[in-house]
C-alpha cells in the first residue's frame, strides 16, 4: 500500500477548513519558523505547543536544564496544531512534545466529542512521522475568565484522559486540582485577564510536568 504524504495527511485530518484557518496563522507561524531557523535549535529535545498558555510560557526560566522549544501561538485550537505541524513540529525531530491547547475550542463552541477527535488527529499526525515520541496533554485549564465554561472544559478533558490511559505514548497532565481554591479558580493563578496566567499558574504547570516526565509516563 502506497504510503499517503504527510501533507496530504494533515490537510485531510485538520477538516474542510484547513485552508482558511491557515491564512490566519501564516505570518505567525512564519515567525516561529524563522525563529527555529535562526536559534538553530538542537533536535531531539521538547517542542512545547498549543495556545497562548504556551506561547507566554518562560520556557528558559521553568525548564533552564531541558531542551524546549516554544512553537505555541495565541488564540490557537488543537487543529492548528495539526495543520502546522509540518512546519513548526517535525523540522525539530523532538523526543517528546507538550500540548496545551482546548481552551479555545471550548470557547468557539466547539463540541467536546469534535475537540477529542481533534485531539486523535493530532496524535495521529505526530505518531506517523515520530513513531516514539512521547506526548504530553495538560489539561484544559479552570479560569477565571471562562468559569461559565468548566463543566464544557471537563468533558473534553475526561474524554481526552481516557484515551491516553489507554496508549503508552499519551500521557495526561492534570492540572486542574492544583488550581481551585474552594472549588473555583483560584485568582492568585492568573494575571488581570482572569484567562492568561501569572507566573504562580506556571509553577503548578511546570511542578506537574515535571512530575509527569519523571514518572516517564
Known amino acids: 500500500m502506497k504510503a499517503i504524504p504527510l501533507f496530504a495527511l494533515i490537510v485531510v485530518c485538520a477538516g474542510a ?3 482558511s484557518r491557515e491564512k490566519t496563522w501564516e505570518k505567525e ?3 516561529i519558523e524563522a525563529r527555529i531557523t535562526k536559534s538553530d535549535q538542537p533536535k531531539g529535545g521538547i517542542v512545547f505547543a498549543g495556545s497562548s498558555s504556551t506561547r507566554l510560557w518562560d520556557l528558559k526560566k521553568s525548564f533552564p536544564d531541558w531542551n524546549a522549544t516554544n512553537c505555541g501561538f495565541g ?3 488543537i487543529r492548528d496544531s495539526s495543520a502546522f505541524f509540518a512546519r513548526i513540529i517535525l523540522p525539530l525531530k523532538p523526543k517528546a512534545v507538550v500540548l496545551y491547547a482546548g481552551d479555545n475550542d471550548v470557547n468557539s463552541k466547539r463540541a467536546p466529542e ?3 477527535e481533534d485531539f486523535i488527529t493530532f496524535q495521529n499526525i505526530l505518531h506517523a512521522s515520530l513513531p516514539e515520541c512521547q506526548l504530553y496533554f495538560i489539561c ?3 479560569s477565571v475568565a471562562r468559569w461559565n ?3 464544557t472544559q471537563s468533558k473534553v478533558n475526561l474524554l481526552i484522559r481516557e484515551y491516553c490511559e489507554k496508549e503508552p505514548r499519551l500521557t495526561y497532565v492534570d492540572v486542574v486540582p492544583g488550581m481551585l481554591m474552594d472549588g473555583k ?3 492568585n493563578l492568573f494575571v ?3 484567562l492568561h496566567m501569572s507566573p504562580k499558574g506556571y509553577e503548578i504547570w511546570t511542578a506537574k510536568l515535571r512530575e509527569a516526565m519523571k514518572s516517564g509516563k
Open 17 to 19: 477548513d484547513f485552508r
Open 29 to 31: 507561524i512564519q515567525g
Open 75 to 77: 488564540g490557537s485550537q
Open 114 to 116: 469534535m475537540i477529542y
Open 140 to 142: 484544559i485549564k479552570p
Open 149 to 151: 465554561q468548566f463543566e
Open 185 to 187: 479558580p483560584d485568582p
Open 192 to 194: 488581570k485577564d482572569g
